[in-house]
C-alpha cells in the first residue's frame, strides 16, 4: 500500500511538471534520479489578446543570460524584446564576454542596431540564405534553443516552443556552430566539426543537426522516423514545402499510422502546395492526413498577420515519444541554403509537454477549406494513365556545339488510356531509383504561372479521355507549330527551380503515384533506358515510344521491350507535310538533314503531345523502321540458374519463337520481350542459342532469329580497375580501358562518369554483358562509334566482343556514348550506376575552376564514400574554384588527341595516373 501511496505521488509530480514555465522540476526525467536541467516550455498567444497568456517566455531568456558567469554566445535571426537587449547589455558591463551572430539583412533592424552600438562583438553573414538559429550557450554548459525569436512578436504572439539543457557535450556542438559563424563561415562555408550528432541528458538520447551542411542528414532522418512511427502522428509547422516529407507522411496514413497537422495561416495562402495536397490526400482514408489552418489572430494590429497571429513552430512528434523541433523548417531553403539547427529528443515526457501545445492549437484551429474551395485530384487504378513517351537523351536544339545534346531538354508524355477524364492535380512524379525527388503536379488554388488557370478547367489539371499531357523540363526542344493554339507552349507544365530534372542515360525509373500516394504506372526498372537514342553525327536525339495492346491498355512499363525507338511521327509523303499534324512538332524538327541549311542544326525525333489537342491529333510512330533500320531480334541473354536461362528480344512478343537447345520457352508476363528458357548448364560454360525466326512480335510481324552467347551460371562477378583513360580525343575515338583483377561473369560491369552536366546520377558509358573473363584480360570501350562499328547489347545477335588477336587478352567494346570531358570528369567502374563503385579516377586540366555541378555531385559522391578517394577533411567545398579538390586530381591540363592518363599506382588519389601518349 506505501509503494502505491508512493508511485501516485510521483505521478502527481510529474503532472505537475507540465503546462508553464515554472515547472516543479527542472527537467524531464527527474523521477529517474537524474539531476541536469532540461526544461521544456512553450508560449500561449491564444487566438486573441483576451485569450492569450502571457508564459514569461521572454524572463526565461532573461534569466538565462543573467545567469551567466563568464561566457554567452548567441545567434538570433530577428532581435527587438527591450528586456532581452538590456540583459544582453547588462551582462556584458558585469564582464561577461558576450559575442552574438545574426543575419546580414536584418542589420538595420532596431534591436541588431542597438547592440552595434556597443563594444558586444556581433557578426552578420549569409547573404545568400538568412541565419535563422535561435540559440545561446552560456558559460559552456547551458544551452537554450527555440523555435521562436527574440521579438515581441515571437515571444508573446505567436506560437512557439523552446527548451534548455544542461550539458557540456551539447553545448559544445552549439559553440563549434557558433564559433564558425562567428568567424565568417556560413552556409556552405561551414564544415562539420564532428561526425557524432548523438546526445545524452538525464537518460534522454538525442540527435542535433546543424544546416546546410547537415541539412540533407536531417530532412532525411525527419522522413526516416515518419516512415518507421507506428501509431502516431502530430506536427506543426510554419514553412512547410518539402514535397518528399509531404510524401512520408501520406504513405505513413496509407499504412495505419493517425496522421494530424497544423499549418501556419499565412504561409499556405502563399505558393506553398503542401496543404492542399495533405487535405487532398486525406479525403480518401480514415487515417488522414488530416490538417488545419492555425486560428490565432492574436496581432499588434487586429486582422493584420504581418506582426502576430501565426504558427511558428517547427516541430513534429511521433508515437507521443519522439520530438523534432528547432529553428528549421520543412523546406528547400532550410535544407540548403539557410543556417538553421534542428533537435530530436526521444522522450515521452517532452513529446507529453509539446502534446499540450499541439492540443491547444489543435483545438482552435480552423477547417483548411476555409482555403481550398474545390476539390482537387482523382483516385485511380494502376494503369488508367500512363507514361506513354519520354524524351531522356536530350536536345542539340539549345545551343548545344559539340558532340553532346544538352540533356536538360528532357520531357515525359503522360496519356489518359480511360474513357473518363482523370483530375491529376496533387499527384507526384518521381524519376530516380531511390525516389529522392518528388514532384507534384500542382492545381491553381498554389501555382501562378501565367495562363495555367486559364488552360486547366478553374484550377484542376486535368487529363481528358484518350488525352495526353506534357511535362518539361525545358521549351527548347519543343518549338511551337502553331503559337496561338497553344498560348506559347503555358498548355504543358513546365518542371522549374529546385525540381529540375535531368533524366540519366545510366538508368529509366519514371513512377507516377496518385494524390494519395498509390502507384499507378511505371516506365524503367532502374536499367539503361531501354529505348531512345543520342546520335551524335546526326545530331539527332530520339525520345523513347510505349507498346499498347489492342484493347488500348499500356504494356507493362518496367519492361524493357514495352518501349521502342522513336523513328519520326509516321514519316509518310515526303518534306514538311510528312509531320504536320502529329502533335507539338515544329518545322525545323521536320527535316533532319546534315546538309544544306540544317547543318548542325539538330532534330528531336518524337511525337511529344499536348495537353489541349485542338488540331494536333496524337499520331504515334510504328516501331519498324526506326532508328538505323532496327528491328526485332535478340539482343541479350544471360543465366538465371544452373537450369534456366533468359533471351531477351528487342520488343515485346505475343507468340515466342522456338530456340535450337531450350527445353521450355515462356513469354515473362511483366516483361514480354523477355523469354524465360529452360537450358542446363555447367558453371562457367558458353551456351549459344539459336533463335528462330517464327515469333510473333507486339506489332504483328515476325521477329528476325539470330545467334545469341552467353556464359553460364555459378561465376563469381568479375573484379578490376581503371587502367587508361582517352578523353577528349579529336582525330580518334574516346576509350577507357579496364583491367580485370579477379575472374568471373563481368556481366553487369560498367563504366559511368561524373561530368559538368551530371546531377545526382553519373552518366553511363558502357555496360558488359554476361561474358566470362579471366585475371589479366583487358577491357577496352571505345566511344562515339554509332554506324561505325555495331554495339553488341543493341544491335544483338552474336556479340561483337571476341577477343582480338595479341599477346594479350582484349575484349573490344563499342558505345554510342558521345565521349567524356576533355577538362574534368569523374570516371567510375562498378555494377551499376546507383551501387558503389569498385574503382574511380578523377582528372582535372588545372585550369582554375571545375564546374559546379562536377563539385556538387560528383565529390559529394565520393566525400560520402572515403574509402574511395583520399579527400581529407577538405569538405565542404569552400567555394567552386577549389584547388584544393584540383589537387586531388590526376593533372591533364595538356591533355587532348592521342593523350591519355595511365595508371601507376592504385593509391586512388590524384598520383595515381601519369601522361602516356
Known sequence: MKKLTFLIFLISLVNCNRGDGDKLFSDPGFIFGANALFRV?????????????????????????????????????????????????????????????GDVDEAMTRGYQTILRTDIPFSLGNPSGIQHNKFAVRDGKYTIIGTGNLTDTDLMLNNNNYAIMESRSIAESYKDEFE??????????????????????????????????????????????????????HFMIFAMTHDELTTALIRAANRGVKVQGIHDFTFIRGTAMVGSRIYQAG???????????????????????????????????????????????????????????????????????????????????????????????????????????????????????????????????????????????????????????????????????????????????????????LIKNSNNSLPVFNPTAFDNDAAD????????????????????????????????????????????????????????????????????????????????????????????????????????????????IGTPTSAIRNNFPANPSIARDGIVNQTNVPIDAYSINGNTAAVRMRWAMTNPPSITGASSIQI?????????????????????LDVHGNGLDITNSTAEGGNISFTGFGLPKAEGYIKEVWPGQSGSRDKVVVEITQGGSAKGMGIY??????????????????????????????????????????????????????????????????????????????????ARPIDVMCYSNRNGSIAVNLVEWGFRYLHNNPDLYQLDNIFPVKDFNDFEIQDRCADYRDGGNNRYLTRVARNRNGNDFNYGN
Not at 595479341?806 to 556514348?817: C, E, K, L, R
Open 283 to 469: 479525403r480518401f482514408n480514415p487515417n488522414g492526413p488530416f490538417n488545419k489552418e492555425d486560428g490565432n489572430e492574436n496581432t499588434k494590429v487586429p486582422g493584420l498577420r504581418t506582426s502576430g497571429g501565426k504558427l511558428h513552430c517547427k516541430t513534429m512528434i511521433i508515437d507521443r515519444r519522439i520530438v523534432s523541433t528547432g529553428s528549421f523548417n520543412w523546406s528547400n531553403n532550410a535544407v540548403n541554403n539557410n543556417d538553421e539547427n534542428m533537435l530530436i529528443i526521444d522522450s515521452p515526457w517532452v513529446a507529453a509537454e509539446l502534446m499540450e501545445q499541439w492540443d491547444g492549437i489543435w483545438n482552435v484551429g480552423r477547417p483548411i477549406t476555409n482555403q481550398i474551395t474545390m476539390n482537387t485530384g482523382d483516385q485511380a487504378q494502376p494503369g488508367d494513365v500512363v507514361f506513354s513517351e519520354v524524351l531522356w537523351a536530350g536536345s542539340y536544339r539549345s545551343g548545344a556545339t559539340g558532340g553532346s545534346p544538352a540533356r536538360t531538354d528532357s520531357w515525359f508524355e503522360l496519356y489518359n488510356t480511360t474513357d473518363r477524364p482523370i483530375d491529376i492535380s496533387n499527384w507526384v512524379i518521381t524519376w530516380d531509383p531511390d525516389e529522392i525527388v518528388h514532384f507534384q503536379i500542382p492545381d491553381r488554388f498554389s501555382w501562378f504561372e501565367p495562363g495555367v488557370h486559364k488552360l486547366h478547367r478553374r484550377g484542376r489539371m486535368i487529363i481528358d479521355p484518350k488525352g495526353y499531357f
Open 180 to 233: 564558425q559563424m562567428f568567424f565568417g563561415r556560413f552556409a556552405k562555408r561551414k564544415e562539420p566539426k564532428t561526425s557524432n550528432r548523438f546526445h545524452t541528458l538525464n537518460g534522454i538520447q538525442m540527435e542535433l543537426f546543424f544546416s546546410p551542411y547537415n541539412g540533407v542528414d536531417a530532412m532525411n532522418r525527419l522522413i526516416e522516423l515518419v516512415d518507421s512511427a507506428k501509431s502516431e502522428i
Open 41 to 101: 516550455f512553450w508560449s500561449d498567444p491564444g487566438i486573441s489578446r483576451e485569450t492569450a497568456v502571457d508564459k514569461g517566455i521572454d524572463y526565461e531568456w532573461v534569466k538565462f543570460i543573467n545567469e551567466a558567469e563568464d561566457t554567452l554566445d548567441i545567434a538570433v535571426y530577428n532581435l527587438g524584446r527591450e528586456v532581452i537587449i538590456d540583459a544582453i547589455i547588462n551582462a556584458r558591463a558585469k564582464g561577461v564576454k558576450i559575442r552574438m551572430v
Open 753 to 834: 562518369y561524373y561530368d559538368s552536366t551530371t546531377l545526382a546520377t553519373p552518366s553511363m558509358v558502357y555496360t558488359v554483358g554476361d561474358i566470362q573473363v579471366q585475371a589479366g584480360d583487358l577491357l577496352r570501350i571505345q566511344m562515339n562509334t554509332t554506324n561505325i562499328l555495331s554495339d553488341d547489347k543493341r544491335i544483338g545477335e552474336n556479340p561483337t566482343i571476341n577477343k582480338t588477336a595479341g599477346s594479350t587478352p582484349d575484349w573490344d567494346f563499342f558505345s554510342d556514348n558521345p565521349g567524356i570531358p576533355s577538362t574534368d570528369a569523374i570516371v567510375l567502374l562498378g555494377y551499376g550506376a546507383n
Open 668 to 688: 515473362d508476363s511483366n516483361d514480354p520481350g523477355l523469354l524465360i528458357i529452360g537450358r542446363n548448364q555447367n558453371p562457367g560454360e558458353l551456351i549459344t
Open 493 to 604: 507544365l513546365r518542371i522549374s527551380g529546385t525540381k529540375n530534372f535531368r533524366l540519366s542515360s545510366s538508368f529509366m525509373d519514371l513512377k507516377l503515384y496518385d494524390l494519395s500516394m498509390n502507384l499507378i504506372d511505371r516506365a524503367g526498372n532502374g536499367e539503361p533506358p531501354a529505348a531512345g537514342v543520342s546520335n551524335p553525327e546526326d545530331r539527332r536525339t530520339h525520345s523513347m515510344e510505349r507498346f499498347f495492346y489492342p484493347n488500348g491498355r499500356a504494356l507493362p512499363g518496367e519492361g524493357s521491350s514495352s518501349w521502342y525507338t522513336s523513328n519520326g511521327n509516321n514519316r509518310t509523303g515526303s518534306g514538311n507535310d510528312a509531320l504536320r499534324a502529329t502533335g507539338r512538332m515544329g518545322d525545323d524538327h521536320a527535316i533532319c538533314t546534315t546538309s544544306g541549311d540544317n547543318l548542325n542544326k539538330g532534330c528531336t
